[in-house]
């Protein structure tokens, strides 16, 4: 079983629209959550932690965070051809000297 | 300024060559890591350091060999790497594991190697 599983997609959504990226974890001892923005070619980059249930807004982002079902998730409000990258997410486990990654969804933009 | 500088960021080398890549960091951090990004693969963690000590080894191949003298510094020694270690090679930094909470791993540029 993966630690963290995220559909690869590719997730295509026009510009303007709402995109939701989903992610969920094995390991129910948990205590941060994070999603990283990854360009091609180009190292993860940190958009937002969460690290209490309910929902952390950050811009056009909005991170939701369910530790019962085990679920993170991210929206991003009114997508930008920008926001097209793969979106990894991350989960620091109970044994907190390990981040473990999901291999990412691929979200296009469509203009 | 970056907070996690990698060098050198391309590199290729032979199947008998020794190399090494860099790490340094400039955000205070006592944790510094290595993960392997290999085409269509999660992140996969190779080495973890905290306070200069090696706390993780995820299995990784001797051929592969970190080398951490203080907790800025971290380098990954390379010698008779297979086609196979082909991929993108990221450190990364974070607050030492004491801190529970708001502790953030902050990742370098990543070093592309071409192992031929």
């Known amino acids: 079983q993966k630690e963290v599983e995220q559909n690869s997609g590719p997730l295509s959504v026009p510009e303007g629209a709402i995109a939701s990226l989903n992610c969920t974890y094995s390991?129910?001892?948990?205590?941060?959550f994070f999603w990283y923005r990854q360009y091609s070619g180009k190292s993860p980059e940190l958009i937002m932690s969460i690290y209490s249930n309910g929902d952390k807004e950050d811009g056009r982002f909005t991170a939701q965070l369910n530790k019962a079902s085990q679920y993170v998730s991210l929206l991003i409000r009114d997508s930008q051809p920008s926001d097209s990258a793969t979106y990894l997410c991350?989960?620091?486990?109970?044994?907190?000297?390990?981040?473990?990654f999901g291999s990412g969804t691929k979200l296009n933009v469509k203009p | 300024e970056t907070g996690v500088t990698q060098t050198p960021r391309h590199l290729v080398m032979g199947m008998t060559n020794k190399k090494s890549l860099k790490c340094e960091q400039h955000?205070?951090?006592?944790?510094m890591y290595w993960y392997k990004q290999s085409a269509k693969k999660p992140l996969e963690l190779m080495f973890v350091y905290n306070f200069k000590e090696q706390t993780e080894n995820n299995s990784v191949p001797s051929r592969f060999s970190p080398e951490c003298p203080n907790s800025s510094h971290l380098f990954l020694h390379l010698h008779t790497l297979q086609p196979e270690d082909s991929a993108l090679y990221l450190c990364?930094?974070?607050?030492?594991?004491?801190?529970?909470?708001?502790?953030?791993?902050?990742f370098g540029e990543g070093s592309w190697l071409t192992v031929v």
């Open positions: 955000l205070g951090h006592n944790a």
């Open positions: 390991d129910r001892g948990s205590q941060s």
């Open positions: 990364a930094s974070s607050h030492s594991f004491d801190r529970l909470s708001g502790n953030t791993i902050y």
């Open positions: 991350a989960v620091q486990g109970y044994n907190f000297n390990k981040f473990y």
